[in-house]
């Protein structure tokens, strides 16, 4: 390793990442980026740094591409058709679900010119209506017409039991796979062809024998997590926060941005930065009252005869003391003559 490459010992890298990380986050405007191909805004910039290091549960605008085998990613219409096929369409969509109270009834009645814009046929309405309804009596109603006839269950009354079913007809799956929206065909910089899609469903999308599993992505870490362990979590996390910078044309040494990963990795799950994360785990009491909830901590700490025993920085700057960071942390001894 260069000489220039190596770090000193007892460095304060953590408080140098901070710095590298925090101070471009401020100067970052609240533009947004434009996705081809993708008709939304995703946020880039300062929203989506904050939603990356307080580990939300899912991006305020998700994503997935879906890179296919080289016998369709050579073709613009094969992948057309393979993103058409897997484009969520629910019932509502498709159809009105309207409630006879009177006949204890619901009928579903497709829109034609909707269902014919989405390419669904009645074939695939009718068996998301059976699936919905589950035991209950599905029958052909008049033209493009289903009705389902609703009888007491249990103790539950009638009238309340339809419209539970009513809003969950709505919500059915007709075609396509769940999560996943306004999907569309997408040519990267070697001709290759895939599918850039709103949302997310790694486990299904992979299912399709068209997707090559191993290049799937999604800027929702905590789905990648889920699916692929802390390993992909951390690399992803650190794909995206660079990217964020990047695109902001902030030039941040990848070192600080994995060392911000591994921290919060480090337990085999993603946390947050914050109080509910990093910030509120410190070993010391008064680390954690000096960065928010001051009187919370301290009260606890009291309670509970808790001790401090002065590791972090900010514990020995409260109390008056050398930080144990770099020259204050080497002890000198000597061996005085006799």
């Known amino acids: 390793m260069a000489k220039k490459e190596t770090i000193n010992p007892y460095s304060a890298v953590g408080i140098v990442a901070a710095q590298s990380l925090g101070e471009p986050g401020t100067q970052m405007t609240m533009r947004t980026f ?5 008709a939304e805004h995703v946020p880039t910039g300062l929203p989506r740094l904050i939603e990356l290091v307080d580990a939300k549960k899912e991006p305020k605008k998700p994503l997935i591409n879906i890179y296919l085998k080289s016998a369709h990613s ?12 897997i484009e969520s369409v629910h019932l509502s969509e498709v159809a009105d679900v309207r409630e006879e109270m009177w006949k204890k009834n619901i009928v579903v009645r ?3 010119e ?6 669904v046929t009645s074939a695939m309405v ?13 029958e052909k109603g008049e033209e493009r017409a289903f009705v389902v006839k609703v009888r007491k269950e249990g103790d539950e009354p009638v009238l309340k039991s339809l419209r539970k079913l009513t809003g969950k007809l709505g919500k059915t799956l007709v075609k396509g796979i769940a999560g ?23 486990k299904e999308v992979s299912a399709h024998e068209e997707v090559d599993a191993s290049r799937i992505y999604t800027n929702n870490v905590m789905e990648i997590l889920k699916v692929f362990g802390i390993e992909a979590a951390r690399k992803s996390l650190e794909m995206e926060v660079k990217q964020v910078m990047d695109l902001q044309n902030l030039a941040v ?22 109080r509910h994360g990093l910030s509120g785990e410190k070993a010391g009491v008064l680390g954690r009252a000096a960065f928010e909830e001051t009187i919370k901590h301290l009260v ?23 930080i144990p960071i770099g020259t204050g942390k080497i002890r000198l001894r000597m061996k005085a003559k006799k």
Do not use: W
Not at 34 to 38: E, K, M, P, S
Not at 126 to 138: F, N
């Open 180 to 202: 996943i929206k306004k999907a569309v065909v997408v040519r990267d910089a070697e001709g290759e062809y895939f599918v850039r899609a709103s949302g997310f469903n790694i």
């Open 74 to 85: 050579r073709s613009e219409a094969k992948a057309a058709e393979f993103a058409d096929k």
């Open 110 to 112: 497709i829109r034609p």
């Open 34 to 38: 434009h996705y081809a191909g993708v």
């Open 126 to 138: 009718e068996k998301a209506v059976k699936k919905a309804a589950g035991a209950l009596e599905v």
């Open 253 to 274: 040494d990848p070192r600080h941005i994995m060392l911000l990963t591994d921290a919060m990795c480090a337990d085999g799950k993603v946390k947050s930065i914050g």
């Open 300 to 322: 606890n700490a009291a309670v509970t005869a808790e001790e401090d025993n002065l590791v972090g920085v900010t514990e020995n700057i409260i109390v008056g003391q050398t």
């Open 114 to 119: 909707d269902a014919k814009a989405l390419r």
